[in-house]
């Protein structure tokens, strides 16, 4: 549906200036990884998170974004690595990202204060075949007729705390705003990937004489050009293995988010997005899959003393 693509490309037009261009992810608190390179290696445990995101279900074109990511701890480094892979669909735009970080940790206040920095591999891409105008109306302002594509680098920076009850972080992305080139039948076109900064935090307040836990949390989003925005989110948990919660993000959607402990290292989460803004009367939610995998590697110590063989007793 070509009014689709139309409307779809109106909107992400302003990306290749100024607007906030990053994935947005309702279950951000089970993701901190994709935010903030300084969470690497908090926690003790190995962790591999996976998310697939279905936005504006209906729309031709819609967006559709996939993130796999995971960090490991590593005690002779004082801290740990972390990989993320993003694959962001909308229309015939699609970005693919592939990053590397390492965080260093250290004990602070009865929990862990951590500094992270990361590199990010980012290929942006343009789908011509897709939006050939037959009027070709538009061609003079440099949209591509045939397919382009651009790679891009650039750094991440980030701060992150974390403890039993409390933990909370600020960081930002693309710090150098780098430039892909989409080159294409028609030349290049400059695609400049905005530098975002994030601050998240939350709390876990166990109720007293019970098996519930409250566990607000906030995630606040600026590429300090546009307008900030803001997820806001209260979930409660009953006794360590199931969830359910309620997300406002700030003149975009409600949600509603439930999950499960499958098993002591496996988590499932569903999140469901009801539009608040413009596309509200138009329906269309989002849905949102959660799966997470934590694991240790136990390594006993070495034990001290002396071992005889026998043959020479």
């Known amino acids: 549906m070509r009014k689709i ?23 951000y608190m089970f993701n901190k990884i994709y935010y903030n390179p300084a969470v690497a290696g908090t926690g003790g445990a190995i962790c591999i998170n996976a998310l697939h995101r279905s936005q504006w279900v209906g729309f031709e074109g819609a967006p559709t974004t996939q993130n796999i990511n995971g960090n490991i701890p590593v005690r002779s480094v004082h801290g740990g690595f972390s990989v993320n892979i993003v694959n962001d669909q909308i ?30 591999f980012i ?25 382009a594509s651009g790679l891009a680098i650039d750094p991440s920076f980030g701060v992150y705390y974390s403890s039993e009850n409390i933990w909370g972080g600020i960081s930002t992305i693309n710090l150098i705003e780098s430039t892909s080139a989409l080159n294409g039948q028609n030349g290049n ?7 975002h900064y994030y601050v998240m935090g939350g709390y876990n307040w166990q109720i007293p004489a019970s098996n519930w836990m409250l566990m607000p949390s906030t995630l606040i989003k600026t590429d300090a050009r546009s307008s900030p925005s803001f997820d806001v989110n209260v979930m409660a948990m009953y006794n360590n293995k199931f969830w359910g919660g309620v997300t406002y993000r700030l003149q975009d959607a409600v949600g509603v988010n439930i999950g499960y402990q499958i ?14 803004g413009d596309l509200s009367s138009q329906g269309g939610g989002s849905h949102e899959i959660m799966l997470k995998y934590c694991f240790r590697i136990e390594i006993p110590p070495r034990e001290k003393g002396s071992y005889r063989n026998p043959r020479f007793l």
């Open 263 to 276: 098993l002591p290292s496996l988590k499932a989460g569903y999140s469901y997005d009801v539009a608040t």
């Open 123 to 147: 290929n942006n891409s343009v789908n011509g075949a897709e939006w050939r105008p037959a009027d070709q109306t538009l061609a003079g302002l440099g949209i591509p007729s045939s397919d």
């Open 5 to 27: 693509y139309a409307l779809l490309f109106l909107v992400a037009l302003p990306f290749l200036s100024k607007a906030q261009q990053n994935v947005q992810f309702t279950q």
């Open 189 to 195: 076109i400059g695609y400049r990937n905005a530098r």
């Open 91 to 120: 229309g015939f735009f699609q970005n693919i990202e592939a990053g590397l970080g390492y965080a260093y940790q250290l004990e602070l206040a009865r929990g862990t204060l951590g500094f992270g920095v990361g590199l990010r």
